[in-house]
């Protein structure tokens, strides 16, 4: 899951296997939800989205799963493979008020794929 | 090409001195962002813009500004104000500001 600091929490797999990345979002009013991936060096890359009128989201080997009555978030990724090794961040959209067009980013989670 | 430029990809500043970083896009989006992100650490919004000539601060404005005088550019400044301002920093636009916001790949400033 996501952390305050500097020491970003860790995930290491084996080629091959699922891999789950969670996050905890802040604000019970976010309606839009992002997880991306960033290489080093590299801008982040989004991967998937859900609405808050949505659990459960899939795209290609991700589905993303959205629990608002405990405001969790989290990423699924099938069949990890080496090329998936990276830092993935969520991010929370609030769609309405003074915080409009705000996206906010958790702190990452450094996933690691081993061959 | 379709996309987001941000230069330069590494710029280097000495102390007391003002800093522009540029953020092209030609993907004809209206919202645009500026985050910053230091080591091991996540994205901080320093400040956003919705459409052309208006702009909000984010959560770190302080010792920054931008502009927003044409829908393909959102420059950022990094002024003497700024204490800290060695940082890994991204630029990014969407569609609308409820859509996925699309990164640049960054540009790197070290305070020399």
């Known amino acids: 899951g996501e952390s305050v600091g500097l020491h970003l929490p860790t995930l290491s797999v084996q080629e091959g296997d699922n891999s789950i990345i969670n996050c905890a979002y802040s604000?019970?009013?976010?309606?839009?939800f992002i997880w991306y991936k960033q290489e080093s060096g590299k801008g982040p890359q989004f991967i998937i989205d859900?609405?808050?009128?949505?659990d459960k989201r899939q795209g290609q080997r991700v589905t993303v799963l959205l629990n608002k009555t405990v405001k969790h978030l989290s990423l699924q990724i099938a069949a990890t493979q080496p090329g998936d090794s990276a830092v993935y961040f969520c991010?929370?959209?609030?769609?309405?008020?003074?915080?409009?067009?705000?996206?906010?980013f958790g702190q990452g989670t450094i996933l690691t794929v081993h061959p | 090409d379709g996309g987001i430029t941000q230069s330069p990809k590494y710029l280097f500043r000495k102390e007391g001195q003002n800093v522009t970083l540029s953020c092209e896009q030609n993907?004809?989006?209206?919202?645009m962002y500026w985050y910053r992100q230091d080591p091991g650490q996540g994205l901080r919004l320093i400040y956003y813009?919705?459409?052309?000539?208006?702009?909000q601060k984010g959560d770190i404005a302080e010792g920054y500004s931008v502009s927003r005088e044409k829908k393909e550019s959102f420059p950022l400044t990094v002024t003497s104000a700024q204490k800290n301002p060695t940082a890994f920093y991204l630029c990014?636009?969407?569609?609308?500001?409820?859509?996925?916001?699309?990164f640049g790949q960054g540009t790197r400033l070290t305070v020399v």
């Open positions: 990014a636009s969407s569609i609308d500001p409820d859509r996925e916001a699309f």
């Open positions: 604000n019970s009013a976010s309606d839009y």
């Open positions: 859900i609405r808050s009128n949505m």
């Open positions: 991010a929370e959209n609030t769609g309405g008020g003074t915080s409009y067009g705000k996206l906010t």
């Open positions: 993907l004809n989006h209206d919202a």
């Open positions: 813009s919705q459409i052309v000539n208006d702009f």
